[in-house]
């Protein structure tokens, strides 16, 4: 035991900090928080905006624009197997999901301060540990429902009775949190099967074809879009910049890698609502907040370990294996 112990440590350590940093994986955790920081630039722009245009036509020039980019990017490159998919069933599932949750964090931040509302997303890979568990049988640690259950002590402490964002609009946050984490254990089934630009090709596509309608009999205002297109503009590019450098981080690197670097769009978050709002989370929201990340890195360091671990096992065995048939391994 002791030995698997210390084995442990050497394979997570391994490897000179400079060597690191010239890696792949080190390109992956820059291009993550690259992401983190769109992702929470476009909160902040829709808050802002929302109050000029529809925001219903945001969240459909949003999925547009991310057709009409991948499109233009990727289908010199691909061609026809760009379109070609293996799940088109649970490509539209997806799709779906990530356009429900995009709706509830366009509609949320408008009326919850930014770190707060961000800090309440970040408890969706914690539900998608837990929806694995119960719905596809994953086997779960005990330490990860200890800090599923402490991120869950941390979203009480943002969301009090009495606090800056107790009230109705805590659907919102709510909502969000349980169709993102159906996205990202359904994204998981597919990451597998599925190139990542056709899966964003089809993202953007569900979006666009399902907001196009209840835009045009809701919303439709072309002197919105004519008037503040740079900031319709601004939208698309923000969320469409924010899923392509998430694609490629995940290329590059591992999730239990890089997802400790996701809780960076907290920060971003909060600066930009104290930037633009002059809002600050209290010192319950931040005790609150600081929980919720921990629990989440928590949840990334347990994942390191179980991974640690399994491949030294699956060495041990490989090697008993040879030297028992005679073989040197």
Known sequence: ???????????????????????????????????????????????????????????????????????????????????????????????????????????GVQYLPLGEFTAMMMLSPLVATALSAWFLKTHVARMRWLLMYGGLVGVLLVVRPGGQVFGWALVFPAGLVITYSWFQVLTSRLS??????????????????????????TSWRPDALS????????????????????IRAYMRASAPVLTPYLYTQIGFATLGGWLVFQHTPDPFAWMGIAIIVASGVGNTLQSIHEFARNSLLTRSAKSISGHSSGKVP
């Open 227 to 246: 008037s503040h297109w740079h900031w319709f503009l601004l939208v698309g590019v923000l969320g469409t910049f924010g899923h392509l450098m998430l």
């Open 1 to 107: 035991m002791l030995e698997v112990r210390a084995l442990e440590t050497v394979v997570l350590l391994k490897g000179p900090p400079m060597t690191f940093w010239r890696s792949k994986q080190a390109v992956g955790i820059a291009l993550i928080v690259l992401a983190a920081l769109s992702f929470a630039s476009l909160d902040t722009t829709i808050k802002h905006v929302s109050k000029m245009v529809p925001v219903l036509m945001l969240l459909w020039f949003r999925y547009v624009f991310q057709v009409v980019t991948t499109l233009a990017l990727r289908y010199p490159v691909q061609k026809g197997s760009l379109l070609r998919t293996r799940n088109p069933r649970f490509q539209v599932l997806r799709g779906v999901l990530l356009l429900v949750t995009t709706a509830f964090s366009f509609f």
């Open 192 to 217: 597998g099967e599925e190139n990542p630009y056709t899966t964003h090709l089809y993202t953007g596509l569900v979006g666009a074809m399902m907001m196009s309608p209840v835009m045009l009999f």
